[in-house]
């Protein structure tokens, strides 16, 4: 999976246009002032201290973030911060800055802190230091040589996080204990180097959540068995595992490659018939014959060896289960230490106490005040229909304009022509010859109507 080509384009790429801060661009006294080197001390001007720190230190670390790595070194940094041939002067000093804070830390100081021996076999360069790095380390020089190799602690962290739950959502899971060669296949995308891989297993493995151990020559990773549970040590059983799971696909793999001899000879036998080769074409069917007796023995072979694992399989699940409910049962008889069926017939008898003496409370304040006075209701019935009968009888006082208003907006029968001139010519002879006017008529002809 690591070779030099990817490890320098991962290490050496440039910052992604667009991505740098809306200053980069525009203001170039402000740049000429960043790309300035620091004061010898921060004593000097706190002010211009800090705005370059609060500057370039979120840089750095969003830079590494960008690019996927873990491992970063000042001339790398030096070559992606490039502007216009100039080379931030300060960078050293920011390096150290946060060496000081602990969001870097040397590779060879983040190894010394972990358990890394199983990892001196294959690289040995991390085990390697420049005599001058050394020296200066025992010296109390704090200067960051322009080739030392830094980790970025929590992009470190967040990276082993990554590649545990791409563990976690892979067939490897199905037993905590997996091949480091198949791992480090899994985790190709993740990683962009075989050094950030060996780093992410050294981080997992200082928060305990994996170990490694050497098997015959081969390391084997063994995984905790849940997101906050601690990795147990490698024991046989989970050696004895590892090796029916290597069983298992060495069996696989060999009854692929007899079934594909098998449809060779199978083959060979149809040409040699063809071609009129009799003795040939029998020995080819002799020869596939053999081939599916080997693959009958290998599948009878490998169904066992699937069966013990599925075995065991089962009994892991049923030990997950058996431990799920002893911690239930735990939890509940701590849960109901306390409690007694006579406690709970005690309570609910209280409850049922308060209820009866809030209902009664109720009840008396919704009967309201009486002032002392007692009315009957059936009295006070009499009366009330007694004005009700009062009231039909008696007829309604209107005012006269209202009693005209409702005497026009009640409307009248239809009366022909000939009706009307007889009706007229009645009032005529009654009064003497005279004829109302045009309003009286029709105040008179109300009441007839």
Request: aromatic share 6%; with cysteine; charged share 30%.
């Amino acid at each position: 999976m690591w070779s030099p080509e990817r490890e320098a384009e991962a290490s050496a790429g440039g910052d992604p246009a667009g991505l740098l801060p809306p200053e980069w661009e525009e203001d170039e006294e402000r740049m000429s002032f960043l790309f300035s080197a620091f004061k010898r001390s921060r004593e000097v001007n706190s002010t211009d201290w800090d705005s370059k720190m609060g500057f370039w230190a979120p840089l750095v670390l969003s830079h590494s973030r960008r690019q996927g790595v873990v491992r970063l070194r000042l001339r790398d940094l030096q070559e992606a911060f490039q502007r216009k041939g100039s080379v931030p002067l300060g960078l050293a000093t920011v390096l150290q800055d946060l060496l000081r804070r602990g969001e870097l830390q040397r590779e060879a100081d983040f190894m010394a802190s972990v358990d890394s021996s199983w990892i001196s076999w294959g690289v040995g360069v991390f085990l390697l230091k420049p005599l001058k790095w050394t020296l200066a380390n025992m010296l109390g020089d704090n200067k960051v040589p322009a080739e030392e190799v830094l980790v970025a602690v929590e992009l470190l962290k967040e990276k082993a996080e990554e590649v545990y739950r791409l563990y976690q959502n892979s067939p490897l899971s199905s037993h905590p204990v997996v091949a480091l060669s198949e791992l480090s296949t899994l985790c190709v995308g993740s990683c962009p180097d075989e050094r950030t891989f060996y780093l992410v297993l050294l981080q997992l493995q200082k928060e305990k959540r994996v170990t490694v151990l050497e098997q015959n020559g081969e390391k084997i990773v063994k995984f905790a068995r849940g997101p906050h549970a601690k990795v147990s040590p490698v024991n046989d059983v989970d050696v004895g595992v590892y090796q029916l799971m290597q069983s298992e696909q060495l069996l696989s793999r060999k009854v692929e490659s007899l079934s594909q001899e098998a449809e060779r000879c199978k083959e060979e036998a149809r040409q040699a018939c063809r071609a009129g080769k009799k003795q040939l074409a029998l020995r080819s069917l002799k020869a596939k014959q053999r081939t599916e007796k080997r693959i009958e023995a290998l599948h009878a072979k490998l169904d066992t060896v699937q069966g013990i694992l599925d075995r065991i399989y089962a009994s892991q699940t049923d030990q997950m289960v058996f431990n799920a409910y002893q911690a239930g049962v735990g939890a509940l008889k701590l849960s109901m230490k306390d409690v007694t069926v006579e406690k709970a017939e005690s309570l609910v008898d209280q409850i049922q106490e308060l209820c009866d003496t809030q209902d009664e409370v109720s009840q008396t304040l919704a009967g309201g005040v009486t002032n002392g006075l007692d009315f009957d209701s059936e009295e006070l019935e009499k009366e009330l229909d007694s004005l009700l009968q009062d009231t039909t009888k008696e007829p309604l006082d209107l005012p006269d304009t209202l009693q005209e208003t409702y005497t026009n907006s009640v409307p009248s029968p239809r009366i022909s022509d000939a009706e009307l001139e007889a009706e007229l010519e009645k009032l005529s002879l009654s009064e003497g010859g005279l004829v109302p006017s045009s309003k009286s008529p029709k105040r008179q002809l109300e009441p007839s109507l």
